[in-house]
């Protein structure tokens, strides 16, 4: 089966996205349309059928599709997310997904982002964060171990999500920042650790041909992730950055 990225474009309210620090200068929808528009062609160019759900000018949150629904194994999770603005960000996404997937929904009180969602081979990590509780950690192990997958609730360092401080660069390999969470959690998977203060440098995307997509601003992870033999290309995300948002936020993946 052809891999399959899902990606929301950039809405008229982009400024006004939740940002833990207010941007300034103000963020700009212009400038993420087109950053926007050349990481659609990074998915295309890795292997990637790209398939667009309307964008929705009225959540200023929406491009950062991969919070709203996970695919664990042969099944979706439509999330509800940990902000209360983003929860109107869900059905669209889960009608996109409806056609390939049995979806399932989460239920009050329980909340997950899709950015605290990483599956590695047959091992899924959710991390618990402000967007994450427990109730959200159980909704994945409901769908992920009856598909014989492993489930660890990860208790999430200094980050907004898991992912915005690591990311897989193959099922056995993590790229990794001190800030995301506790380094034994990934005992017996190989750790490459980012240095540096921005533990958003640790957040890549794998593409579907094995080629490691880059954010243009952390050269030094590209050079990391090349020195381990990775095929690597890069693309600019830095309005999205401003908003707290990192490359795999952008799309669900579908492999
Ligand atoms: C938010 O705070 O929800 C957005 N401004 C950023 C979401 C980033 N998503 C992600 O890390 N998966």
Known sequence: MAAVALVRGVPASFAECVAATPPDPPLSQ???AEQHARYV???EQGGYDVVAVPADDDRPDSSFIEDTAVVIGARVLATRPGHPSRRDEVAPVAGALGGRYPVHRVRAPAMIDGGDFLKMGSSVF???????ND???SAVAAIAEPQGLSVTSVPVGRVLHLKSGLSAL???TLLWHPNACDRSVFDGFDIVEVPGVDPEAANVLRLADGRILVAEHHQETA???AARGFGVVTVDVSEFARADGGLTCLSIRIR
Do not use: F, N, Q
């Open 126 to 132: 959710v991390g618990r964060s402000d967007r994450t």
């Open 41 to 43: 062609a990074a998915l």
């Open 30 to 32: 212009e400038v993420a």
């Open 223 to 225: 050079s990391l992730v």
């Open 135 to 137: 109730e959200g950690v």
């Open 170 to 172: 193959d099922d056995s």
